[in-house]
C-alpha cells in the first residue's frame, strides 16, 4: 500500500485548504480510510474517518469537527480532507491511511503550518 498526501503549505489563521491523498496497491474503495496528523514530539493521532465505498459514515475529533470535512473520490483513489478556519493549533503533518490492517505503511505526509 502506498499514500501520496499533497496539498499542505503555510496559511494564515482563519484560512483554508484542501489535503488530497492518492493511494495505490490496494483496492481504495474497500477500505475504511482515515486521516491523522503529528506535530514534533507527539504521537500521531487520527482526526477523521470515513467509511468505505459511499462514505456515509464520517467521524471527527473533537478538535477539527466542524471545520473539516473528509471524503473520497473511489475512481481517482484519492481521499480529501477540506479544513477550513485554520487555527495555529492544527499546524502539523498530515498523514492518510486505511484502517482494519494489522500493520500500517505510511507516506510522507504534508505539512500544514497555521501562522501569521
Known amino acids: 500500500a502506498r499514500f501520496a498526501e499533497s496539498g499542505g503549505g503555510l496559511v494564515q489563521p482563519g484560512g483554508s485548504l484542501r489535503l488530497s491523498c492518492v493511494v495505490s496497491g490496494f483496492t481504495f474503495r474497500t477500505y475504511d480510510m482515515s486521516w491523522y496528523r503529528q506535530v514534533p514530539g507527539k504521537e500521531r493521532e487520527r482526526i477523521s474517518f470515513?467509511?468505505?465505498?459511499?462514505?456515509?459514515?464520517?467521524t471527527y475529533s473533537d478538535s477539527v469537527k466542524g471545520r473539516f470535512t473528509i471524503s473520497r473520490d473511489n475512481a481517482k483513489n484519492t481521499l480529501y480532507l477540506q479544513m477550513n478556519s485554520l487555527k495555529p493549533e492544527d499546524t502539523a503533518t498530515y498523514y492518510c491511511n486505511r484502517e482494519g490492517v494489522l500493520s500500517k505503511t505510511w507516506g510522507q505526509g504534508t505539512e500544514v503550518t497555521v501562522s501569521s
Open positions: 470515513i467509511s468505505h465505498n459511499s462514505g456515509t459514515t464520517t
